[in-house]
Structure formats: structure tokens, C-alpha cells
């Protein structure tokens, strides 16, 4: 069994800055699976925000390159998503998933709220 477990999320005003945290344990080796970042608005299908692979190569939604920074710890087996410049559309639940070959996992996710 595997267990991601977000952190981070909270109400921040539009242009501040959050840094999320994805926490995983059980099963397999972190360091060999593609890390991602995903998020969920009210009323809208979950999209894709960011992965980053076993060999820390990066990718982003267009909506966030440039403000947004993923990154990973091996040693922690943890993933982090360093946000700034933050927008009212970014306001949503985010979850963080780990990509395995016959299965991916998520976590329950955390809220991120960006007032006007």
C-alpha cells in the first residue's frame, strides 16, 4: 500500500505565494516513480499542474509555467510544488499522485484558496 499525504494549502491574497508538500510512504522505492501535481475546481474536471520524473525532469501546465516550481526530495520521499505569483483561477483542491506502472496513487488532497 501507498499513502500520499498532502500539506501546504491554505487562503492566500491573489500574487502572494504557497509551497505545497506531498509526504508519500509504503510500498516501492520513491525515487524511481514520476512525481505529479494535479488540481480540481469547484464544477470543473481535474487537470493536470506538474511532474516531475525519477530523473528530475520537469514538466507544467501553461496556466503555471513561470510561477510555479516542482520539485522532489528522495531522502524525504517527498515532492513539493513552490507557487507564487498566485491567481484567483488557481483556487482549487490539489492533489498530489505518483505514477507506478500498473497503478497510480493519490493522495486526499488540500485546499488552496487565492482571494482577489
Known amino acids: 500500500q501507498v499513502q500520499l499525504v498532502e500539506s501546504g494549502g491554505g487562503l492566500v491574497q491573489a500574487g502572494g505565494s504557497l509551497r505545497l508538500s506531498c509526504a508519500a510512504s509504503?510500498?516501492?522505492?520513491?525515487?524511481?516513480?514520476?512525481m505529479g501535481w494535479y488540481r480540481q475546481a469547484p464544477g470543473k474536471q481535474r487537470e493536470f499542474v506538474a511532474t516531475?520524473?525519477?530523473?528530475?525532469?520537469?514538466n507544467y501546465a501553461d496556466s503555471v509555467k513561470g510561477r510555479f516550481t516542482i520539485s522532489r526530495d528522495n531522502s524525504k520521499n517527498t515532492v513539493s510544488l513552490q507557487m507564487n505569483g498566485l491567481k484567483p483561477e488557481d483556487t482549487a483542491v490539489y492533489y498530489c499522485?505518483?505514477?507506478?506502472?500498473?497503478?497510480?496513487?493519490w493522495g486526499q488532497g488540500t485546499q488552496v484558496t487565492v482571494s482577489s
Open positions: 499522485k505518483q505514477d507506478r506502472k500498473y497503478q497510480d496513487y
Open positions: 509504503g510500498s516501492g522505492f520513491f525515487n524511481i516513480y514520476t
Open positions: 516531475i520524473t525519477s530523473g528530475a525532469s520537469t
